[in-house]
């Protein structure tokens, strides 16, 4: 029987997970060779640290059986990924607060500041 805690986890990682495919679309539509290039980083990392925070939360608490079906879009990457970084922040309080597990999401947070930071600042 899945817990409130787990029903947290798998909509942030599901959430985390959906936003690679996003960015990658964008990251295939943009005409911005800056963009096209910090979207490519954000797609290609943030699924493997989706994937150690799954195991690490999984490995601590309990396998998640069942994923959100929800799938979010967006064709502005500034937009989406600052709608990311507010997702992220809220969550943040709701999910374990073992240190591997907010170092992990720690890493989540930089990497989508860091990608805004490209997008918003380098041509």
């Given amino acids: 029987m899945m817990t409130a805690m787990d029903d947290e986890a798998a909509e942030f ?6 936003s690679s495919t996003v960015a990658h679309f964008m990251h295939l539509s ?12 954000y ?7 989706v994937d150690n925070f799954a195991e690490a939360y999984q490995g601590r608490y309990s396998k998640i059986k ?8 967006g064709t502005d990457p500034v937009k989406y990924l600052k ?8 969550s943040r309080q709701d999910l374990p607060q073992d240190s591997e ?5 720690d890493e989540i ?7 805004l930071y490209k ?3 380098l041509d």
């Fill in 119 to 121: 997008l918003k600042f």
């Fill in 43 to 49: 797609y290609t990392r943030i699924v493997d640290l």
């Fill in 83 to 90: 709608s990311i970084q507010k997702f992220v922040d809220e």
């Fill in 66 to 73: 069942k994923y959100p079906d929800e799938y979010h879009s």
């Fill in 30 to 41: 943009t005409d911005s060779f800056s963009a096209h290039k910090a979207l490519g980083r």
């Fill in 109 to 115: 947070s930089q990497l989508i500041s860091s990608t």
């Fill in 101 to 105: 597990i907010q170092n992990i999401i």
């Fill in 13 to 18: 990682i599901a959430a985390l997970l959906h």
